[in-house]
T-cell receptor
Framework: DAGITQSPRHKVTETGTPVTLRCHQTENHRYMYWYRQDPGHGLRLIHYSYGVKDTDKGEVSDGYSVSRSKTEDFLLTLESATSSQTSVYFC??????????????FGQGTRLTVV | DQQVKQNSPSLSVQEGRISILNCDYTNSMFDYFLWYKKYPAEGPTFLISISSIKDKNEDGRFTVFLNKSAKHLSLHIVPSQPGDSAVYFCAVSDTSGSRLTFGEGTQLTVNP
């Protein structure tokens, strides 16, 4: 267990409503990531954070925003959910230092259904 | 532009035989390569990695090979076991170490 928790684990929401997913870590890792997994697309990076208040876009960031006000929490917000955002969302944490790469640890995932 | 590709969506092998999963990447700046395994309804779990200064890394039944000139990565599982049945993702990281980019995944099925 890498000390990473996602909440909620399952959510059904209506089109047009805002949704926030939470990722919480107890490991004090610098990097946190949000991915979505869809059939045929693998894991695609939505946004990531490299420190408190430091975030950057991934390859599928449209329609999503993130916030990291403290080291342990990374929030993903769908401002106005659409059916195309129905997916399984994974949070990951990772410690890196310049010149040294490490693996990332993933949470259990959040299954989001937009109806 | 897909920077990491796993061209085989699925692979089926017999128990005890070798499983070979392949991954191709486009950017020569990638210098750290990883394989993850994913079971249904669980998060991906780290399996094995290799840095660009090596061409092989072994951990028990799992061996990762890196061919930098071909920009090709492979995972060998010997011998394959039914419990290895899962989706396998390759992932790459560049020298900044900030992003991890994943392939589409390959569903491995090991038949008893």
């Amino acid at each position: 267990d890498a000390g990473i928790t996602q909440s909620p684990r399952h959510k059904v929401t209506e089109t047009g409503t805002p949704v926030t997913l939470r990722c919480h870590q107890t490991e004090n890792h610098r990097y946190m990531y949000w991915y979505r997994q869809d059939p045929g697309h693998g894991l695609r990076l939505i946004h990531y954070s490299y420190g408190v208040k430091d975030t950057d876009k991934g390859e599928v960031s449209d329609g999503y925003s993130v916030s990291r006000s403290k080291t342990e929490d990374f929030l993903l917000t769908l401002e106005s959910a659409t059916s195309s955002q129905t997916s399984v969302y994974f949070c990951a944490i990772r410690t890196t230092t310049t010149g040294t790469n490490t693996e990332a640890f993933f949470g259990q995932g959040t299954r989001l259904t937009v109806v | 532009d897909q920077q990491v590709k796993q061209n085989s969506p699925s692979l089926s092998v017999q128990e005890g035989r070798i499983s070979i999963l392949n991954c191709d990447y486009t950017n020569s700046m990638f210098d750290y390569f990883l394989w993850y395994k994913k079971y249904p309804a669980e998060g991906p779990t780290f399996l094995i990695s290799i840095s660009s200064i090596k061409d092989k890394n072994e951990d028990g039944r799992f061996t990762v090979f890196l061919n930098k000139s071909a920009k090709h990565l492979s995972l060998h599982i010997v011998p394959s076991q039914p419990g290895d049945s899962a989706v396998y993702f390759c992932a790459v990281s560049d020298t900044s170490g900030s992003r991890l980019t994943f392939g589409e995944g390959t569903q491995l099925t090991v038949n008893p």
